[in-house]
């Protein structure tokens, strides 16, 4: 089913007090609709579907229905998955921040329904969750959204927050490599190290070495410089960010053979 005119029916019911008591007391009555086993749409008369609503006893008689009425649509089912994104409110102590990417497991889900509303699903979002003044790694259980008329081959996924302490740390005598030199050049530079500071979690920037930093410039670089000085390019290793950089720049000579 992908539409259907109304969500509820409002029913008017006579007979004795006690009988009318045992429905309205502590109840949530559903009225259910025979579903059409055909694609396509149909108009469905309220009152013959009756017979689908047993907990309306013959003791009950019906003075109103209304609507009369309700319309159906039904289309083809279709599967396919889409990626899980998760709805997180997020602040941190000061000091402490998210170090990775959230880990979501299941990170995709499978959706089935109806043709043209699957089709317009491209994302499902969990339920929104604020949380305050993380400073611990956090695992917990999220609820998806479910959309009206899809149906979801799981209902929840976990989530994982690595949340670290925030610091700097100074890698020093980092090589700088030349690259893309053509033959018959060189390319010399002063000086040849540099230091990085990068700012991470301390538990990421415990492990990195200085070989998991790389510096380099391009021989281009040199060419189509015209200050006497160029910037090398620096590749650090993910979740991290530069703070420094000493020298930011470096002389260099070329030369010709």
């Not at 007979?15 to 429905?23: C, N, R, V, Y």
């Not at 994302?123 to 400073?135: G, R, Y």
Request: glycine letters at 4%; charged letters at 25%.
């Amino acid at each position: 089913m992908s539409s259907i005119s109304t969500n509820e029916v409002s029913i008017s019911l006579k007979g004795q007090g006690w009988q009318l008591a045992q429905h309205t007391l502590g109840r949530d009555p559903k009225f259910f609709i025979p579903c059409p086993q055909k694609a396509g749409e149909e108009v469905i008369s309220s009152r013959n579907v009756l017979f689908a609503n047993s907990w309306l006893s013959s003791t009950l008689q019906l003075a109103e229905l209304s609507p009369e009425k309700i319309t159906v649509k039904v289309e083809k089912r279709i599967t396919k998955k889409v990626e899980i994104i998760p709805v997180l409110l997020l602040t941190y102590k000061p000091g402490y921040d998210l170090v990775s990417s959230i880990m979501i497991e299941p990170d995709s889900v499978e959706i089935s329904g109806p043709e043209s509303l699957v089709n317009d699903v491209s994302i499902i979002n969990t339920n929104t969750l604020s949380l305050e003044n993380l400073e611990n790694e956090t695992s917990f259980i999220l609820k998806l959204k479910e959309p009206k008329f899809l149906r979801l081959s799981t209902d929840e996924c976990s989530i994982k927050l690595n949340v670290q302490k925030i610091v700097d740390k100074s890698f020093e005598n980092i090589p700088v490599k030349t690259t893309n030199i053509p033959s018959r050049y060189e390319l010399n530079l002063s000086p040849q190290t540099v230091t990085v500071v990068l700012r991470g979690g301390i538990n990421i920037l415990s492990k990195i070495k200085d070989e998991d930093i790389e510096a380099y410039v391009r021989f281009q670089q040199a060419l189509n410089d015209s200050t006497g000085s160029i910037e090398p390019n620096i590749e650090i290793p993910k979740f991290t960010s530069i703070i420094d950089l000493r020298p930011k720049r470096l002389e260099y000579i070329i030369k010709q053979y």
